[in-house]
């Protein structure tokens, strides 16, 4: 089984406030250990958290060997104060309250930064993101602040203007990515940046209600065209599923990521995508990590 390269141990694929509310005292073992142990069961044994404000993956990178996983985790994600990110992670202000939280999350052992520079979808309207992003010059601030100190960068980033910015600044990973252009594709595609385009929280939603079906499948459909793209242009791609986000569970999140990604590049380019989703994850394993 391949690696989860994008999990959120804190979350449980149910309820993100009950789940979170678990851990507001201190990191819930208990649970954690649960989480491991569904990707334990599932063969899995890589998995790159996204990091939270609590302590939670640091938590589980400490329990992860008892479980044959080897787990890497930014401890938390940094956004801009007033923009999304604060469901796993802390704020800055300024370019100085930036910095200090990226060596904090070095002093902490941190195996990479994680930065949040764009929304996230409005799943009830094809083509809207709660928030457009950074703007260019600041997302390459992160990026680069980051590099100099010896960190990788995992971006989330959603929309062509922010992941055009990110790849020109060289980011390391690239998460989520709806809503690019062929352009940005192409640049992506000639970058060395490493792109886990996270279909599970779209494609799991498709039935549940929450939201209306025929949006939903818009969604999914236009990211496994990019997705289907990238792949032709020869784009690094990886396998995550964002697990523990709403209808994502532990473990089986990867296998319906995988499943939607055979469906984006088609079944009968599965053993080229084998062959790429493992060098994406050799890479993420060799290089973002602790030094």
Known sequence: ??????????????????????????????????????????????????????????????LAGEYGIDYRTPIFAIHKRGHYGGIVGLPYDDRQGYRELVQEARKRGADFIKIMISGIMEFDTFGKLTEEGLDGDEIAYLIETAHDAGLRVMAHGNGGAVVRAAIGAGVDTLEHGNYMEEETICQLAESDTIWIPTFAPTGNLIGCGRFPDEQVKAILVRQQKAVRFGFEQGARIGLGSDSGAYLVPHGQGLMDEYAFMKEAVGRENAEALDRRLAESEAWIRENMKRG
């Open 1 to 62: 089984m391949f690696g989860e390269c994008h999990a959120h141990v804190i979350m449980d694929g149910k309820n993100y406030k009950a789940a979170v509310a678990l851990h507001k005292e201190r990191p819930n073992e208990a649970v954690i250990r649960e989480h491991l142990s569904a990707w334990q069961q599932a063969d899995i044994t890589f998995v790159r958290d996204g990091g939270d404000a609590y302590g939670v993956s640091e938590r589980a990178r400490e």
